[in-house]
């Protein structure tokens, strides 16, 4: 699949509840997906080259408004690395979820650092992803003042990453919800 494919409109990609997908199927299921009109897409389990020729094709799609790579482990952290270091090519992105991939402390900071290209995000879903008390400070020091909706359950914030999330609300003034 060339990058004109995946055309400048896109606003939804869904990436959940599939599996063992290798990169030929990811191909088909992208090209389906666009020639569809790039609604809905739904993928999981991405080998690293899948996450790597993923990652390529999103500065494609400048208005995505919606990213949803749930339930996968992108080939490890050269697949997150790969998916967060092109987040500047999606800067209209207002919905980003990484539900139960188990990206653990080193995928969040990968994530956080790279929070900064997407201002508009108002929906960050982390759901189940094993990154601490550490990994949660880190992610609340990297939040954008746009967002919205926070969900970080499953991540054994413990006590210390609540009171440091409290003391730091006024940094996401419009947060209207929080799943810790």
């Known amino acids: ?13 869904f990436m959940e509840g599939n599996s063992g997908l290798d990169i030929i199927k990811t191909v088909t299921a992208l090209k389906t997906c666009l020639n569809t009109g790039g609604t809905n897409f739904t993928i999981n389990t991405l080998s690293p080259y899948g996450a790597q ?12 408004q919606t990213l949803d790579i749930s339930f996968d482990m992108f080939g490890g952290m ?6 967060t ?8 992105l207002q919905s980003l979820s990484f539900r ?12 956080s650092d790279n929070l900064k290209h997407i201002p ?10 094993n990154i601490g008390t550490d990994g949660f400070k880190y992610l609340v020091d ?14 054994y914030i413990g006590y210390e990453g609540v009171k440091y999330l409290i003391n730091h ?7 209207q919800k929080l799943y810790l």
Do not use: W
């Open 120 to 129: 508009n995000l108002q929906n960050l879903n982390m759901e189940v992803n």
């Open 85 to 92: 270091d092109q987040f500047h090519s999606i800067p209209n």
């Open 100 to 111: 139960r991939s188990i990206i653990a402390m080193d995928g969040i900071t990968h994530i």
């Open 78 to 83: 050269f697949g997150v690395k790969c998916l």
């Open 1 to 13: 699949i060339n990058a004109e494919y995946m055309g400048p409109n896109m606003k939804n990609i």
């Open 169 to 175: 609300l006024t940094q996401i003034p419009n947060v």
């Open 53 to 64: 020729y993923l990652s390529e094709r999103l500065k494609c799609v400048p208005n995505l």
């Open 142 to 155: 990297h939040l954008e003042p746009n967002l919205k909706n926070l969900n970080v359950n499953y991540n």
